[in-house]
């Protein structure tokens, strides 16, 4: 473990661990004067607000394990593993990646501006808790695992209550179930300007449809910005093994406002939030019926 001390007053000292265990243990020593740290682009952006510095910064970015991307089988299935610590730039460098999971790599380029891809992780995206990528996992059924101090446990994400302040998130597995092509998932922001400011709504799904136009496999989710992302199960029972009509479209609509709980912010109302991911999301499985 290497320590950088502060070389300007009132600047942070580094820690740089090389292993899971090590950086876990140092945060407990270190205890809320601490604070672990990845590619930083987040905490970046709260220091400029004015948030002070903590006195203790731990880089997570010699530890190797938490790196990469692979092919494996985890708890009986394929899939891919992802490290937490890979940035959203080099996602795009795994051709398997790409190839099983467009969804993530449509997601993955709408997520800021390339600067900010090059250092931003997709582990930091996620232990944030308002990630834009968070939406797109969900509709995956992505898996996280995480270091509690004496072992890895993973949980499924949409389902998982992990905070960053106890648990230091390793890996992301994203089970390759199904072919998802083009014409079955999606993923859009609503935001300022598209991709380089947070998002006002960012909604993603999967919509498999069979020849009858019934939906054989869905996955909903939505969030961004202020609004922390959700899985919608309800509206995933409404379409589950239906027949896409305009009634059912409709009514959709009414089941998205009412389950997608959206927060009002400086800029927008929960109302607007609402109706933006209602009309997005049902846009999209309109679409997808041709």
């Given at each position: 473990m290497i320590r950088q001390g502060a070389t300007m007053l009132n600047s942070p000292a580094v820690w740089f661990p090389d292993n899971v265990a090590s950086?876990?243990?140092?945060?407990q020593q270190?205890?809320?004067e601490a604070c672990m740290i990845a590619g930083g682009t987040l905490l970046q952006t709260h220091w400029q607000k004015g948030v002070e510095y903590p006195r203790h910064l731990i880089s997570l970015e010699q530890i190797k394990e938490m790196?990469?991307?692979?092919?494996?089988?985890?708890?009986?299935?394929?899939?891919?593993?992802?490290?937490?610590?890979?940035?959203?730039?080099?996602?795009?460098?795994?051709?398997?990646?790409?190839?099983?999971?467009p969804l993530l790599?449509?997601?993955?380029?709408?997520?800021?501006?390339?600067?900010?891809?090059?250092?931003?992780?997709?582990g930091g995206n996620i232990a944030g808790g308002f990630g834009d990528l968070?939406?797109?996992?969900?509709?995956?059924?992505?898996?996280?695992?995480?270091y509690n101090g004496s072992d890895v446990q993973s949980e499924t994400l949409s389902r998982c209550r992990y905070s960053s302040n106890d648990l230091i998130l390793t890996t992301i597995f994203v089970p390759d179930r199904l072919e998802l092509d083009r014409k079955s998932f999606f993923?859009?922001?609503?935001?300022?300007?598209?991709?380089?400011?947070?998002?006002?709504?960012?909604?993603?799904?999967?919509?498999?449809?069979?020849?009858?136009?019934e939906a054989v496999y869905v996955r909903?989710?939505?969030?961004?910005?202020?609004?922390?992302?959700?899985?919608?199960?309800?509206?995933?029972?409404?379409?589950?093994?239906?027949?896409?009509?305009?009634?059912?479209?409709?009514?959709?609509?009414?089941?998205i406002k009412a389950e997608?709980?959206?927060?009002?912010?400086?800029f927008t109302t929960e109302d607007y939030k609402k109706t933006v991911a209602a009309n997005m999301i049902v846009s999209k499985i309109a679409s997808l019926a041709g």
């Open positions: 950086a876990w243990q140092l945060k270190l205890g809320s790196q990469g991307c692979e092919n494996v089988i985890f708890n009986g299935e394929a899939g891919i593993r992802i490290g937490a610590l890979t940035t959203l730039a080099a996602c795009k460098e795994y051709p398997s990646l790409i190839k099983k999971i790599e449509e997601a993955v380029k709408n997520v800021a501006a390339p600067a900010i891809r090059n250092r931003a992780t997709i968070i939406p797109a996992l969900f509709a995956l059924d992505a898996s996280i695992s995480f993923y859009k922001k609503h935001g300022f300007r598209e991709a380089f400011t947070p998002s006002i709504v960012t909604i993603s799904g999967c919509c498999q449809l069979n020849e009858q136009k909903l989710a939505a969030g961004g910005g202020t609004t922390q992302p959700q899985r919608l199960y309800e509206c995933e029972e409404l379409l589950q093994g239906s027949t896409l009509t305009n009634e059912l479209l409709t009514n959709l609509f009414q089941a997608f709980h959206a927060a009002t912010d400086a």
